[in-house]
């Protein structure tokens, strides 16, 4: 299960999370292709959405609950779930996001990361999306989400055992490093968007 969260870290090019587009009235499906246009990822993700989510092959697979049914679904902060069900909502909320990491190789069966390939793939996005990925950023993003969670859920910590509280830290850790590289992700995107595309076609409408 660790090995399941710690991969997730990396899917930042999963840019198709059901958020703000940026502005740009542009579908997440476009502004993510402009983003991976011209990287490993460009080919790897269709292939991947399609071996994970297309009806025949979604057949018999689970596939994550709706909003409502996940034990692990927001109840307020006065609410400490227990170990397993905690595990349970994990396992069940990144679902998809392991099957797409597996088909694009940067996940292995047994739920390992494969830094090599990661590293290699993201090295070949547009130049501008890599000016705005920074390792540092995720971090003091990390650092802060997991200060304010702390804070937030303090009376919690004698609901578990001293290894169960090491492997939920661990856990929420990696789940943290992942949503804060998935809206680093996005920014950046949006940046790239607005230098490459946005800007030019505006300042030509002035020229």
Not at 127 to 138: H, I, K, R, T
Not at 162 to 179: P, S
Request: aromatic letters at 10%; a negative charge; proline letters at 1%.
């Amino acid at each position: 299960m660790k090995a399941f969260i710690i991969a997730l870290i990396f899917a930042s090019a999963l840019a198709y999370e059901e958020e703000e587009d940026g502005g740009y009235c542009l579908s997440h499906e476009a502004t993510g292709a402009i983003c991976l246009q011209g990287s490993t990822l460009a080919d790897k993700l269709p292939q991947a959405f399609y071996a994970c989510f297309s009806d025949s092959n979604r057949r018999g697979k689970g596939g994550k609950r709706g909003k409502g049914g996940k034990k692990g679904g927001k109840q307020g902060a006065d609410t400490c779930h227990s170990f397993d069900d905690i595990m349970q909502w994990v396992e069940e909320e990144f679902t998809d996001d392991g099957c797409v990491l597996k088909q694009i190789g940067w996940m292995d069966a047994e739920g390992n990361h494969l830094e090599e390939a990661i590293h290699a793939d993201l090295a070949t996005l547009p130049e501008g999306v890599q000016a705005g990925l920074s390792e540092d950023g995720v971090a003091e993003c990390v650092s802060s989400m997991m200060a304010e969670g702390a804070e937030k859920y303090a009376h919690c910590e004698a609901a578990y055992t001293e290894q169960e509280g090491a492997v939920l830290m661990d856990v929420f850790t990696k789940i943290a490093g992942y949503k804060c590289f998935m809206g680093q992700f996005k920014e950046a995107c949006g940046s790239f968007i607005e230098a490459e595309y946005v800007e030019p076609l505006i300042m030509s409408l002035y020229a």
